[in-house]
């Protein structure tokens, strides 16, 4: 088991990948990256109900500017789902899921836990779990010197029976507001002096029968001594165990007014707001407001919301007129899993960005396959034993460049080279990977293969013949003769099954999409 002080004395290490620079295909890729820079003093735009309009202020700069996150999600928010998202856009926040303290304390391999990619230019977030004030303590200073992420976030969101009610950490602590400030203080007293790492909470903005705005004002006023950052999940949850977790998500009407009432009682603490939202043009009505009257908040100041007509009376109204300076942004979940392409054009349209990274879906899995081919090397073209499980992968020496099977995607004409092949000592390499390949020594772990296409099973989602993408990624994940020429070449083939057509359909402008 892997002990904490050791690991805090190690010195920094480097992700396997740390070569990879994953250069956004803009037209000019160097135009797109010096924007990021001149981003930090620029003024955003500012879009009401789609009129463009400047915003006043010239002296905006990054602090300024409202964000869009990706929430973490449990299973999902792993380092190749945030890589799928920093290749959409350069400027989305992205998660890890929860990892809980005491995972972060015994846990042997916490490299394929928490390490993240550092090439990434997009700001990272390490979501924790726990209510030990000496666990989370010092899993926030695992999480913060050794794996560097931006900010440190503790789950006070999550429903769940065994982790609310058999391990009391998550949304029971809204309950427990003593407990939570101690584990806040601890997780802040153990951030370097140095870095100006966050400390930060996601919660929800009720629990059971305490649904009011006294109830949550009092709550986030007991806490900012420890914590200015608040993204709230803008419905309470039920910890009765009568909903599970996935009821806890739907079920609890949406109360946005209620987050919005939050900022204006306490500007000088942050929020972001989450729930509910499904696309681009909603999150960005919400970061910087509506003029029009119907989302006057005198129609929507009680749920269930009779305006919005939403599910179980849900108000999801943005801010009208004038947006908190303290709403800082928002988060998107689900949608993130189900639909991740419309985050293709976050970097123009919410961020305000002359270009995006891509145009359609075959420049994002180019992109992405070429990252899991680094991340986890084939296996196809070595004669070691070790099973690739997780990162870092097992030291391989590589033998060939290719295998019979995968030949014909990675040859090229540098590597052909018909003299080389007839050296005896090729053919005898080639024979031991064959043989190796009829022995069915598999050594690349389904697991692997099923993290790696996760991310992107969702981005062809309402595109005619769409789901032939997801049949061909199920088949060729059950190939067990394919799974050694690695998750990288998997998709890559898998991506020769689809038709051109849909590869190379231009991605939809989130201003021509049919959103309300
Ligand atoms: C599969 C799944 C796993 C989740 N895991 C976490 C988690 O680990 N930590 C957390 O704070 N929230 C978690 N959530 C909640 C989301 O972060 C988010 O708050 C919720 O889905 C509402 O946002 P949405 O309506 O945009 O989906 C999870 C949600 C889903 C769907």
């Known amino acids: 088991m892997t002990n904490i002080s050791s690991l805090l004395s190690e010195p920094e290490k480097s992700s396997p990948d740390d070569s990879i620079h994953q250069a956004p295909a803009c037209d ?4 797109h990256l010096s924007q990021l820079t001149r981003l930090r003093n620029c003024h955003e735009q500012n879009i009401v109900d789609g009129d463009e309009k400047e915003q006043e202020n010239d002296d905006v ?3 300024d500017a409202k964000e869009l996150h990706v929430a973490p999600m449990l299973d999902y928010s792993k380092r190749e789902f945030r890589k799928l998202f920093s290749i959409l856009s350069t400027r989305l926040v992205v998660w890890t899921d929860m990892v809980v303290d005491e995972t972060i304390a015994h846990t042997e391999r916490l490299e394929d836990i928490l390490e993240r990619d550092r090439d990434l230019p997009n700001k990272q977030i390490c979501q924790i779990g726990g209510n030990s004030e000496e666990l989370c303590g010092k899993a926030t200073q695992v999480v913060e010197l050794i794996y560097g992420y931006d900010e440190v976030n503790l789950n006070i969101d999550c429903p769940s029976d065994r982790v609310s009610q058999e391990r009391e950490f998550g949304a029971i602590l809204m309950k427990n507001i ?5 584990v806040l203080e601890s997780m802040q007293n153990n951030i370097s002096s140095d870095r100006k790492t966050h400390v930060s909470i996601k919660c929800r903005v009720g629990v059971d029968d305490w649904d009011d705005l006294d109830f949550i004002s009092n709550f986030i006023e007991r806490l900012s ?7 709230l999940h803008a419905r309470k949850c039920v910890l009765n165990g009568l909903f599970s977790a996935r009821q806890n998500r739907s079920v609890p009407p949406i109360n946005y007014p209620r987050v919005y009432a939050l900022c204006r009682k306490f500007p000088n603490v942050e929020f972001w707001i989450n729930g509910g939202i499904k696309n681009l043009v909603q999150a960005k009505k919400i970061c910087y407001g509506s003029l029009n009257p119907a989302h006057c908040h005198d129609y929507h100041f009680e749920l269930p919301c009779s305006q919005c007509q939403l599910p179980h009376g849900s ?4 801010p009208y007129e004038v947006v908190p300076s303290n709403l800082r942004g928002c988060m998107l979940g689900r949608v993130a899993i189900d639909n991740p392409s419309i985050f293709w054009d976050a970097d123009r349209y919410f961020y305000g960005m002359k270009c995006n990274p891509n145009k359609n879906r075959r420049e994002v899995l180019e992109k992405y396959a070429s990252y899991l081919e680094n991340l986890y090397p084939r296996r196809c073209c070595d004669i070691d034993e070790e099973i690739t499980y997780g990162i870092p992968v097992p030291k391989i020496n590589q033998l060939r460049s290719y295998c019979p099977i995968c030949r014909d995607t990675y040859e090229t004409d540098e590597k052909t080279n018909n003299e080389e092949d007839k050296t005896a000592n090729n053919v005898n390499i080639n024979n031991n990977m064959i043989e190796i390949q ?3 020594k598999i050594k690349i772990t389904s697991r692997i293969v099923g993290r790696s296409l996760k991310p992107v099973r969702g981005l062809f989602h309402g595109v005619p013949k769409g789901k032939i993408f997801l049949h061909a990624c199920d088949e060729a994940a059950r190939d067990t003769s394919i799974r050694n020429c690695g998750p990288g070449y998997i998709l890559r083939r898998v991506m020769q099954q689809i038709p051109s057509q849909i590869m190379d359909l231009p991605f939809i402008l989130s201003e ?5």
């Open 28 to 31: 000019d890729e160097h135009e």
């Open 61 to 63: 700069d990054d602090a």
């Open 178 to 182: 003593d407990k939570a400030y101690t």
């Open 225 to 231: 001594p420890v914590c200015k950052r608040f993204y």
């Open 315 to 318: 108000c999801m109204v943005p």
């Open 438 to 440: 009829q022995n069915n």
């Open 512 to 516: 021509d999409t049919d959103v309300e």
